[in-house]
C-alpha cells in the first residue's frame, strides 16, 4: 500500500493551490481520508478529512471555508482545494487513510512542500 501526495510548490499569499493524494495497492472506498501538516518546529497537525462513503467532511477551525476536500471515484484520488493562502499554511502537508474515521490513521503518504509567500 503507498500513498503519495503531490502538487504543493510556492505560492503567493492570497492564491490557491490543490493537493491531490492518490494510492495503490488500496482502494479508497473502504476508507476516510486525511489531510495533515507540518510546519518547521511544530507539531503534526490535522488539516481535514473525508469519508469516503458518503463524502462527509471534517476540518480544522483554521482552514474551515478555505480549504475544501473532496474525491473522485474513478481516480482513486482525494483533493486538497487551499484557497486564500496565507504565510501560516506553510508546511509539508501529509495525507493517511484509516478504516475508521476517528481511529488511528493506518497508512500515511510522503509530504508535500506548500510554501506560501508574504
Known amino acids: 500500500v503507498q500513498l503519495q501526495a503531490f502538487g504543493g510548490g510556492l505560492v503567493q499569499a492570497g492564491d490557491s493551490l490543490r493537493l491531490s493524494c492518490a494510492a495503490s495497492g488500496l482502494t479508497f472506498s473502504s476508507y476516510a481520508v486525511g489531510w495533515f501538516r507540518q510546519a518547521p518546529g511544530k507539531e503534526r497537525e490535522f488539516v481535514g478529512a473525508?469519508?469516503?462513503?458518503?463524502?462527509?467532511?471534517y476540518y480544522a477551525d483554521f482552514v474551515k471555508g478555505r480549504f475544501t476536500i473532496s474525491r473522485v471515484y474513478a481516480k482513486n484520488t482525494v483533493y486538497l482545494q487551499m484557497n486564500s493562502l496565507k504565510p501560516e499554511d506553510t508546511a509539508v502537508y501529509y495525507c493517511a487513510a484509516t478504516t475508521s474515521y476517528g481511529s488511528s490513521w493506518s497508512y500515511w503518504g510522503q509530504g508535500t512542500q506548500v510554501t506560501v509567500s508574504s
Open positions: 473525508i469519508r469516503w462513503s458518503g463524502g462527509s467532511t
